[in-house]
């Protein structure tokens, strides 16, 4: 079975400043989707950022990029320009497996997760 | 995107009793997850509820505790069944991946057993 694991729980970053979230991930597949969810209080879960295997492309979505690494299984966001609002629980998310029809079983397999706090 | 409600947002109930939890989708869908995340804890994947054929069960859950309907492509239904503490929880629907490859959540039910 695949496992995910952010080795992270907690961590915490000045308002303005840069943080990187770590991501490992054990999978014997070749193609399948990492995504990163965030969690605020209000328990919403919220997509930030997905990385598909196949593109070598890291993924980048305004302030928020990956660094995708296929072979070591590592896959770490980067928040630049942390605002106060990024404070919440980070999930890192693994999208196991495909079907014949090429589009994902939808099962997803979460880290523990990382509570990251922004100072002002 | 697809917008997701769930009923009841949240609820506090009696050991023994059941719990229905609703999950409605502004779009048909194929795909649609219960997951359940205890206090502290990440997401695990309750089981896989597809129009038209029975879910599928993921290790360590079961229809007879967790009973779910799944009667067309934007409504779902999870049952928490014989209910203990133990299973207060956040539990969260969820419909994917689609086109974009992407699952989206819905808001949770808190559910509180005393």
């Known amino acids: 079975a695949q496992t995910v694991t952010q080795s992270q729980p907690e961590m915490s970053v000045q308002e303005a400043e840069t943080v990187t979230l770590s991501c490992t991930y054990d999978?014997?597949?070749?193609?399948?989707?990492l995504f990163w969810y965030k969690q605020p209080p209000s328990r919403q879960m919220i997509l930030v950022i997905r990385?598909?295997?196949?593109?070598?492309q890291n993924a980048t979505e305004n302030r928020f990029s990956v660094n995708f690494q296929k072979a070591a299984k590592s896959f770490s966001l980067k928040i630049s320009d942390s605002q106060l609002g990024d404070a919440a629980m980070y999930f890192c998310?693994?999208?196991?497996?495909?079907?014949?029809?090429?589009?994902?079983?939808?099962?997803?397999?979460f880290g523990q997760g990382t509570i990251l706090t922004v100072h002002p | 995107s697809a917008v997701i409600s769930q009923k009841p947002s949240r609820d506090i109930c009696q050991r023994g009793t059941s719990l229905t939890i609703q999950c409605q989708v502004d779009?048909?869908?194929?795909?649609m997850f219960w997951y359940r995340q205890q206090p502290g804890q990440s997401l695990t994947l309750i089981a896989t509820a597809n129009q038209g054929s029975e879910a599928t069960y993921e290790s360590g859950f079961v229809i007879d505790k967790f009973p779910i309907s799944r009667p067309n492509l934007t409504f779902s239904t999870l049952t928490v069944s014989n209910m203990s503490p133990e299973d207060s929880s956040i539990y969260l629907c969820s419909v994917g991946p689609g086109q974009q490859e992407t699952q989206y959540f819905g808001p949770g039910t808190r559910l509180l057993v005393l």
């Open positions: 990385q598909e295997a196949y593109k070598q």
């Open positions: 999978t014997s597949e070749s193609d399948y989707y």
């Open positions: 779009s048909q869908v194929t795909m």
């Open positions: 998310a693994y999208d196991e497996g495909y079907n014949a029809g090429g589009t994902s079983y939808g099962k997803l397999t």
